[in-house]
T-cell receptor, first 109, second 116 residues
Framework: GQNIDQPTEMTATEGAIVQINCTYQ??????LFWYQQHAGEAPTFLSY??LDGLEEKGRFSSFLSRSKGYSYLLLKELQMKDSASYLC??????????WGAGTKLIIKP | GAVVSQHPSRVICKSGTSVKIECRSL??????MFWYRQFPKQSLMLMAT?????????EQGVEKDKFLINHASLTLSTLTVTSAHPEDSSFYIC????????????FGQGTRLTVV
């Protein structure tokens, strides 16, 4: 079966750095997406990785290792507004997105 | 990025009535749109894939006759929840992707449906 695993909840301090991990087992791989979702709102796109390595975009970076079926989202200089759920999604061999359950990130002052 | 507009954002309806949710891609042609349902603190659950000009593909366990999907044009897909019941209360989100499997999905704003 297809499976995406990510921690249910994480807590971090304002100004700090947090890494949210995602492991996946899918039938085929055509890229991994990270989305941010605030409560009651639709997800918004953060990043896309299809090749191994680190993609940096401002305070957010995303890493992919295809051989390990592993990705992480790194958030630096955390701000209170970063409190949200972070969803990992993998495009399988049919380019269908398989979604993780999301990681709820709580930022404390 | 591209814009997907979903309407209404919130709706309250009585049990037994039907509710239509619209999803429009405003600045690109979406041959495929996806309809998701999300319960509190849970992940997005794909309900169906809507293809322009053809019948939607429903995921296992999703009732076709209850969740009617129409994708009559390249910019509009609708989801109609028929004979709604309180257990249908949920957050419904549509998503559209452009051509190319590696393109990101653009989401509508979501619709909070409450059936009383």
């Amino acid at each position: 079966g297809q499976n995406i695993d990510q921690p249910t909840e994480m807590t971090a301090t304002e100004g700090a750095i947090v890494q949210i991990n995602c492991t996946y087992q899918t039938s085929g791989f055509n890229g991994l997406f990270w989305y941010q979702q605030h409560a009651g709102e639709a997800p918004t796109f953060l990043s896309y990785n299809v090749l191994d390595g680190l993609e940096e975009k401002g305070r957010f970076s995303s890493f992919l290792s295809r051989s390990k079926g592993y990705s992480y989202l790194l958030l630096k200089e955390l701000q209170m507004k970063d409190s949200a759920s972070y969803l990992c999604a993998v495009a399988d061999s049919n380019y269908q997105l398989i979604w993780g359950a999301g990681t709820k990130l709580i930022i404390k002052p | 990025g591209a814009v997907v507009s979903q309407h209404p954002s919130r709706v309250i309806c009585k049990s037994g009535t039907s509710v239509k949710i619209e999803c429009r891609s405003l600045d690109f042609q979406a041959t495929t749109m996806f309809w998701y349902r999300q319960f509190p603190k849970q992940s997005l659950m794909l309900m169906a894939t809507s293809n322009e000009g053809s019948k939607a593909t429903y995921e296992q366990g999703v009732e076709k006759d209850k969740f009617l999907i129409n994708h009559a044009s390249l910019t509009l897909s609708t989801l109609t929840v028929t004979s709604a019941h309180p257990e249908d209360s949920s957050f419904y989100i549509c998503s559209a992707r452009g051509l190319g499997g590696d393109t990101e999905a653009f989401f509508g704003q979501g619709t909070r449906l409450t059936v009383v």
